[in-house]
T-cell receptor, first 114, second 114 residues
């Protein structure tokens, strides 16, 4: 079946602009995660959605970052007023509910802020 | 908080050499432990996992044993191939709770020469 998909694959934007990144998880996966992969910080957790529960936003680096998940499926990560330090690869993953279940990762969106 | 420490890289080996990549962790309780691999141009994928002490995860000739006494999960392979060239990440997910977010090590780049 189809894996996790993300769009766009690459995004170049100017400092101060807003961007939206999209994630389509594997059908039937109730858990969805966003991570960020950058040279300086490695792989960092950003936010977690599980079913209809309130999301765990503890990894979001600032209030310029937000995410939503509509209908328990597609998720959008929004970065407002982008800064150069936001440049990174943003990864989405999905899994069966919690525990040690394998997280399946998408190919990522490479964001470059000029 | 939880953390994962991997040995510094990069690592360059000749084909058929023995591979060890060290990984140690800090966490309360009994986390689940993972090795993820990122091949050139591809997304992150699970290589192997172990969910309790003394468990051995194995896949594609790679092995890692969950050692509670040394808080380690070292990755080994007896004979590496050129196709094993990739970036390897050690990770953990904390026990209990609803959020199984992954905490990653910095990753290590392995290059295998023919």
């Amino acid at each position: 079946g189809a894996g996790v998909s993300q769009s766009p694959s690459n995004k170049v934007t100017e400092k101060g602009k807003d961007v939206e990144l999209r994630c389509d998880p594997i059908s039937g996966h109730t858990a969805l995660y966003w991570y960020r992969q950058s040279l300086g910080q490695g792989l960092e957790f950003l936010i977690y959605f599980q079913g209809n529960s309130a999301p765990d936003k503890s990894g979001l680096p600032s209030d310029r970052f937000s995410a939503e998940r509509t209908g328990g499926s597609v998720s959008t990560l929004t970065i407002q007023r982008t800064q150069q330090e936001d440049s990174a690869v943003y990864l989405c993953a999905s899994s069966q509910a919690g525990g040690s279940n394998e997280q399946f990762f998408g190919p990522g969106t490479r964001l470059t802020v000029l | 908080g939880n953390s994962v420490t991997q040995m510094e890289g990069p690592v360059t080996l000749s084909e058929e050499a023995f591979l060890t990549i060290n990984c140690t962790y800090t966490a309360t309780g009994y986390p689940s432990l993972f090795w993820y691999v990122q091949y050139p141009g591809e997304g992150l994928q699970l290589l192997l996992k172990a969910t309790k002490a003394d468990d051995k995860g194995s896949n594609k000739g790679f092995e890692a044993t969950y050692r509670k006494e040394t808080t380690s999960f070292h990755l080994e392979k007896g004979s590496v191939q050129v196709s094993d060239s990739a970036v390897y990440f050690c990770a953990l997910s904390a026990p209990g709770g609803a959020n199984s977010k992954l905490t990653f090590g910095k990753g290590i780049t392995l290059s295998v020469r023919p």
